[in-house]
């Protein structure tokens, strides 16, 4: 299966590219190389807090010492990712559309921010096209997604800004199905985004604009399923937002999110049960109905290109839809270049063309690509920028491992073990030079804030680098170890100056986002020349340094646009 399911397609790039690269002086092309990214895996301060540092992790502990000049911090966050600012954290579509370009591409976040301040949003054709729902006809504006200021998939600043534009243009009626966050923002937080929420569509209320919540739940549960993991989760988010059907029902989403959770305290943001809004006819306020119009407003493609396809596809079988309501439908971007999807859309996504992978393929580099099911697009359709296809069907395998469905400090090893063993298998194979793989766990248990079980996803993860670098050192081959952004690198929400914060018990708040902190690199094995190492004037480099980098560990010179290379030899 690839990461969207549906069938392969190979990428048209612009005619009149010259594919071909030269050799590097002296890396040999051919030997095998492994590119191992850890998720979630920040390079930060050694105190109690860093859920890395507190683990066992002797293999990955002897990159850093073992070889200095093969070992470096690199940046992942902020503008170094095309992030709008470097107060943004890392996330995994920006950093592995980096690593796979070797370009700083301007992302999401920030195309939505210009076009909204430059008011092109509201010239383009996606939004006429929604916009004809309720100016040419009496339709309501839905908009669906995650409310939070965690600039990862969504930020709420844009989606009250869209709301505001709609009103001036004469929208009379919106409706707001609104997932809570807890995962790239605090747990606990969605009140506070809920109440803003609450009291932005009363003032738009005021305006003449009917605009309320009407359906919500919590990011992980209700809607946001990514790569098919696991299709009940969208599927409760359409009998929630769609047909205004959930067991718990409320008249207002501060009201439902704050019983839910006193009814059931284990609940959090990240998993709360859907919910609805009622009028005090117990009728749904806000289900979705012929000639309405309905935009996803989450820039980030993976955690809504299911939902989608619910919205998008006549032919669908993933749950039975029972209602399937022709309304305009459009994303704030559109979330996958290969399948045009979806078809309308607010903001033209970034162009990420000419990738590391087009080039290599067409050098007869054999690649195979693994992780598992929740981070499987992250090496195959983010690394190709955010195309679900493969790019040649010839010279790339890509192997997905399906993940667990449980949040993972249940099962904080995940499939590490499993991917390791593929791997291996793979480079042992002799039959492919670039072994790209993901392993998950220092990111999605980093992002349950369970310390305990993060110490053990990294001791997992270093045993799992073993396996791949022991596999490598029988080769003679040549291994890059990096990460993404950091994550399990700090497991305390802190104040300005550092300090942990404290619940009423005196407790330590858990972090559950990702961090700011930089990410290792470490390169070597037996087949990478004795004489090469990282240079020392690009202190700065970030993640689209990587791939030049990677390219020459695979014996190439990169493109002369990608971002420098980070080796001398
Ligand atoms: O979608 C998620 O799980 C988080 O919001 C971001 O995590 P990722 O960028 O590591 O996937
Ligand atoms: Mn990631
Ligand atoms: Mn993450």
């Not at 205004?244 to 207002?252: V, Y």
Request: proline share 5%.
């Amino acid at each position: 299966m690839n990461c969207c399911g549906i069938g392969a397609a190979n990428v048209v790039e612009p005619a009149k590219i010259d594919w071909r690269l030269p050799r590097h002086p002296v890396i040999k092309r051919g030997t095998p190389f492994l590119l191992c990214v850890l998720d979630g895996w920040g390079e930060n301060v050694e105190d109690d807090y860093n859920g890395i540092h507190k683990a066992q992790i002797p293999t990955i502990k002897a990159l850093k010492n073992g070889a200095p000049k093969r070992w470096r911090t690199i940046k992942a966050h902020g503008t170094a990712v095309g992030l709008p600012s470097d107060q943004d954290m890392g996330n995994s579509e920006v950093g592995h559309n980096a690593m796979g370009a070797g370009k700083i591409i301007e992302q999401g976040a920030g195309l939505v921010d210009t076009a909204l301040r430059s008011g092109n949003l509201y010239n383009d054709k996606g939004f006429s096209y929604i916009k004809e729902a309720w100016s040419n006809g009496p339709g309501t504006q839905h908009f669906i997604g995650l409310i939070s200021d965690g600039g990862v998939h969504s930020r709420y600043d844009q989606l009250a800004q869209l709301m505001k534009g709609c009103v001036e243009r004469g929208c009379k009626k919106i409706r707001v199905h609104g997932l809570t966050d807890g995962r790239d923002v605090a747990e606990g937080s969605s009140i506070k985004f809920f109440t803003e929420l609450e009291k932005d569509l009363e003032a738009l209320c005021k305006q003449g604009c009917d605009a309320r919540v009407a359906s919500g739940g919590g990011r992980m549960y209700v809607t946001m399923d990514r790569y098919e993991a696991d299709w009940k989760i969208v599927e409760r988010g359409w009998q929630a937002h769609v047909l205004g059907e959930a067991p718990n029902k409320f008249t207002n989403s501060v009201e439902a999110i704050e019983t839910i959770k006193k009814k059931n305290p284990e609940t959090n943001d990240q998993y709360l049960p859907p919910f609805v809004i009622i009028d005090k006819n117990g009728t749904p306020v806000g289900s979705i109905k012929d000639g309405d119009a309905v935009v996803i407003f989450n820039f980030r493609a993976d955690r809504v290109a299911e939902l989608s396809k619910a919205f998008e596809y006549q032919n669908f079988n993933k749950f039975d839809r029972k209602r399937w309501p022709k309304v305009k439908f459009a994303g704030m971007m559109q979330y996958d270049g290969d399948l045009k999807l979806p078809k309308h859309f607010l903001v033209s996504p970034p162009l990420i063309e000419r990738v590391s992978g087009s080039y290599l393929v067409k050098n007869g580099v054999r690649t195979f690509a693994c992780s598992e099911t929740q981070k499987f697009g992250h090496v195959t359709f983010f690394w190709n920028g955010n195309r679900s296809g493969k790019l040649d069907h010839n010279f790339e395998t890509y192997q997905e491992i399906t993940s667990d469905l449980c949040p993972f400090n249940e099962k904080p090893k995940m499939k590490a073990e499993q991917i390791a063993k593929v791997a291996k298998d793979a480079i042992l194979s002799g039959y492919y030079d670039y072994i790209r793989v993901n392993v998950a766990n220092g990111d999605m248990v980093g992002h349950t804030g369970d310390m305990a079980a993060v110490i053990t996803a990294c001791e997992t993860v270093d045993k799992s680098v073993k396996v791949m670098l022991d596999a490598i050192e029988k080769v003679g081959g040549i291994y890059m170890i990096t990460a993404d952004h950091g994550n399990a690198d700090d497991m305390a929400q802190r104040d300005k100056k550092g300090k942990p914060l404290k619940d009423s018990e005196g407790k330590v708040k858990p972090l559950t986002s990702h961090t700011l902190a930089p990410v290792p690199c470490a390169i070597g094995g037996s087949g990478l020349p004795p004489n090469v190492e990282f240079r020392t004037d690009l202190p700065n480099a970030g993640l689209a340094n990587i791939t030049s980098t990677f390219m020459n560990l695979l014996g190439f010179e990169a493109p002369a646009d990608y971002e420098p290379t980070l080796l001398k030899w």
